[in-house]
């Protein structure tokens, strides 16, 4: 399956690109919702993600340019620097705000993963786990391939992020020009790539800057650059196969857990762990 990013605008008129989000989120299994928010103009980024609610997913933020200043209800604060991951469990209740600042150029580059939670852990303690760029180790592979490891291991290396409950993994990968890059993966797992740079193909078919591929079941996938390097994330998870109830920034298994949510929101129970 091929996806091609496609030009919306969220929060209080952030203009990005979702990559893939609701209707195509049974395939993504356990992964939800792909954001491209790279730009390099200040007028259509910095009215930002104000205040607003998650329960039961959690979001991963990987900043490649600029700052995100961030804080939540909980009285966390801080900023996403370049290189930089934000990994927030959203669990039982948060209320948060991202506001995206740039560089000293403009430029704001990032993308937004959403991940579901099972219903066992929906209403777990919220967290924030912030990694900056020298926490993540980079190795280089055979063939030259160069890889960030935020979650998962590969050639030695252990991304930062363990525990998680769908075991994902989490690269940021560069394949030198002519190169090809082989990984195993998990035939029950979804896997999947996005490039975010250069061309190349994979499964005999031609992917450039914003194309998603998301792999039928197999032990591995092999991706190869053209005649320029490619870059791409590539990330794994272990499917919940479970029902899934979405409303907007809060995703439950049943519509009576979705109408509960919204209806303690608005009457300022939604946080349960203060």
């Not at 049974?26 to 009215?47: G, I």
């Not at 104000?50 to 009285?75: A, C, F, M, N, Q």
């Not at 490619?230 to 794994?236: A, G, I, N, V």
Request: charged letters at 20%.
């Amino acid at each position: 399956m091929t996806l091609t990013r496609q030009p919306t605008m969220e929060g209080a008129g952030v203009h990005l690109n979702r990559v893939f989000g609701y209707s195509q989120s049974p395939r993504f299994d356990p992964f939800l919702m792909l954001d491209d928010f790279r730009s390099n103009t200040p007028a259509l980024y910095l009215k930002g993600f104000p205040w607003h609610p998650h329960r039961g997913i959690e979001t991963i933020t990987y900043v490649t340019k600029g700052d995100v200043e961030h804080g939540d209800s909980l009285g966390n604060k801080g900023v996403i620097s370049s290189g930089g991951v934000q990994w927030m469990t959203a669990g039982s209740g948060i209320i948060h705000q991202e506001m995206p600042k740039g560089d000293a150029n403009g430029a704001m580059h990032g993308f937004q993963l959403w991940a579901n939670l099972p219903a066992a852990q929906k209403m777990m303690t919220p967290r924030y786990r912030g990694i900056t760029a020298d926490q993540i180790p980079a190795v280089e592979l055979e063939n030259g391939v160069q890889v960030k490891v935020i979650a998962g291991s590969i050639g030695g290396a252990k991304g930062p992020m363990d525990d998680i409950v769908i075991d994902p993994e989490y690269f940021d990968c560069t394949v030198p020009t002519g190169q090809t890059f082989t990984h195993e993966t998990d035939p029950a797992y979804t896997a999947f790539i996005y490039v975010i740079g250069g061309k190349g193909s994979t499964d005999s078919q031609a992917i450039e800057n914003g194309t998603l591929v998301l792999f039928d079941a197999g032990d591995h996938v092999a991706i190869s650059a053209a005649n320029e390097p490619l870059s791409l994330l590539l990330l794994t998870g272990k499917p919940l196969n479970e029902p899934v109830a979405w409303r907007g920034p809060i995703v439950m298994n049943t519509q009576a857990e979705l109408e509960t949510a919204f209806r303690e929101y608005h009457e300022g129970t939604f946080i349960k762990n203060q």
